[in-house]
């Protein structure tokens, strides 16, 4: 069964330091979201692209996170720099065209000490 | 007032017994509703989605109340393995995004 993949599973940085995180979509899927999740609550979408294109990143904190899916395939949420509280798990998830059900990575869990 | 809100519980409770919560949500114009699985410390995913007509998937029952702009789900002959957090997800504004509740966390016991 096809998966959506995430690099690296687990991040310790220090506040100020610049961090990156990489997602690989379902084969197939044009629809990418990144997601941040903190503890005890629901996931919060910070951008979503349909291929290469954003369609949403309403929510995603410009100053400090950037996210890009140049080839409209594989997708770099990168945060610099960053602070203590985007400690969180950072998941990634794609659907395919023309359907809501979204298929979530593993995540990537970040600390910032 | 949030999008989605849910009980976050926990419910515990024993095993074989029934186990039920709901889900409210805002818009009442929503079309899309789901139940995500979420094991701690991993990614959600997808129990089931939920129709308008109720649907059911082996002991998961899920109801849709649209007059109350509520959904539910129900687990039956509770199982070690149904311990996790249940999020209800909504397509709020029916734009292919979804707003995920904070979760119902269910206990089941021995």
């Known amino acids: 069964e096809a998966e959506v993949a995430q690099s690296p599973r687990y991040k310790i940085t220090e506040k100020s330091q610049a961090v990156a995180f990489w997602c690989d979509p379902i084969?197939?899927?044009?629809?990418l979201y990144w997601y941040r999740q903190i503890l005890g609550q629901g996931p919060e979408l910070l951008v979503q692209f349909q291929d290469e294109s954003v369609v949403d990143d309403s929510q995603l904190p410009k100053d400090r996170f950037s996210a890009e899916r140049l080839k409209g395939v594989d997708s770099t949420l990168k945060i610099q720099p960053a602070e203590l509280g985007d400690s969180a798990m950072y998941l990634c998830?794609?659907?395919?065209?023309?359907?809501?059900?979204?298929?979530f990575g593993p995540g990537t869990r970040l600390l910032v000490l | 007032r949030k999008e989605v809100e849910q009980d976050p519980g926990p419910f515990n409770v024993p095993e074989g017994a029934t186990v039920a919560f709901n889900c409210t949500y805002s818009?009442?114009?929503?079309?899309?509703f789901f139940w995500y699985r979420q094991d701690c410390r991993k990614e959600p995913k997808l129990l089931m989605s939920v129709y308008s007509s109720g649907n059911e998937d082996g002991r998961f029952t899920a109801q849709l109340n649209r007059a109350s702009q509520y959904i539910s789900l129900l687990i039956r002959d509770s199982k070690l393995s149904d311990s996790a957090t249940y999020l209800c997800?909504?397509?709020?504004?029916?734009?292919?995004?979804?707003?995920f509740g904070a979760g119902t966390t269910v206990t089941v016991r021995a």
């Open positions: 818009n009442s114009a929503s079309q899309s």
């Open positions: 997800v909504v397509n709020v504004r029916n734009d292919y995004k979804l707003s």
């Open positions: 084969s197939g899927h044009a629809t």
């Open positions: 998830a794609s659907s395919p065209p023309g359907r809501e059900t979204q298929y």
